[in-house]
């Protein structure tokens, strides 16, 4: 489904996070924001397709974080299209080494494949993507090393799963998940101005993002 004209957005297949493409209108390369777990891998290259994009333009893939239901499907990417791979640092080495550790693979009952890690992300560092600029802000609580992704002029944040429509936010209880520091996370998105939402999981929203994320902010302050 088309969010604008070069963002592109595949609701997660069962248990798999939402994947994400953008595409650059100029060079027609594309970045994928997250991956899925790998299981629906071909299903999705499908859906890809028939939105009118070239798998084969894949130029780089994003993780927002490292749990396997995101980052399974890395390997598929980068043994088809020989993406550049971008991690955040604090989880890079997850990612490149294996072990259940930070990944839940085994959660899924798999083996995570380590591959290689072409960029460790840092806090304020800019992905430029198609027309988009994107900071990468650290916004720990559902894991540490979790990121999302902003684009001022455009209102665009993809938050992986610290933060999702319908009041909800990202589970704290899995390995260097923190109730506090998510809770800190929420306050610090909650100052940005989103009008386009796109979440690890459930539904986006593609207006009035900035009351979803107030409303989330208040969940968590009530629940954790
Ligand atoms: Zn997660």
């Not at 592109?8 to 027609?28: H, M, R, W």
């Not at 604090?90 to 085994?106: F, P, T, Y």
């Not at 902003?150 to 999702?164: A, I, M, P």
């Not at 009008?195 to 302050?221: F, M, P, V, W």
Request: net charge negative; charged share 20%.
């Amino acid at each position: 489904m088309k969010v604008t004209e070069e963002i592109f957005y595949f609701p997660g297949i069962n248990f798999d996070c939402n994947v994400f493409l953008i595409k650059d209108s100029v060079s027609d390369e594309l970045t994928v924001i997250d991956c899925g777990t790998g299981f629906f891998f071909d299903r999705l290259i499908k859906r890809i397709s028939q939105e009118g994009l070239k798998p084969e333009n894949i130029a780089r893939v994003i993780l927002t974080h490292v749990h396997f239901d995101h980052s399974g499907g890395l390997i598929n990417f980068v043994r088809e299209y020989s993406p550049q791979v971008l991690v955040f640092h604090l989880e890079a080495d997850s990612i490149e080494k294996g072990g259940n550790g930070l990944l839940l693979a085994r959660e899924f009952g798999l083996e995570f494949t380590p591959t290689k890690v072409h960029q460790r992300l840092k806090e304020g560092d800019i992905i430029k993507a198609g027309n988009l600029s994107l900071s990468v802000i650290n916004t720990p609580g559902h894991t540490i090393g979790s990121i999302c992704l902003y684009d001022q002029d455009q209102k665009v944040l993809f938050s992986g799963d610290t933060v999702f429509t319908q009041g909800s936010f990202g589970r704290v209880d899995f390995p260097t998940g923190d109730a506090k520091k998510l809770t800190q996370s929420l306050v610090l998105l909650s100052k940005l101005d989103v009008q386009y939402l796109l979440c690890g999981h459930l539904d986006i929203a593609t207006r009035n993002a900035n009351e979803q994320i107030k409303l989330s902010l208040k969940n968590a302050r009530l629940w954790l």
